[in-house]
């Protein structure tokens, strides 16, 4: 696991109280609106990256991983 998948994860148990895996859908984990809404702010401190709507084509924890990553990576 790479330090992006650790600080998801690590997010992830955050706000949802328990472990979570990459296969995950975040729908089975719970994540609604407002949950994902502070899944956004919290993946914006913890990275410094600007979440945007494309957050929401997300269905997955792996998903999230390459979503946070390909934020960090842009200029």
């Known amino acids: 696991m790479n330090a992006v998948e650790m600080e998801i994860a690590q997010a992830l148990r955050k706000e949802l109280g328990r472990d979570v ?7 089975s984990l719970g994540m609604d609106s407002l949950r994902m809404a502070q899944l956004a702010t919290e993946l914006e401190q913890r990275f410094g990256i600007r979440v945007d709507e494309e957050l929401l084509d997300v269905e997955t924890v792996e998903e999230l991983t390459e979503y946070v990553r390909s934020r960090c990576t842009s200029p």
Do not use: I, Q, R, V
């Open 21 to 27: 895996h990459a296969t995950d859908s975040l729908g």
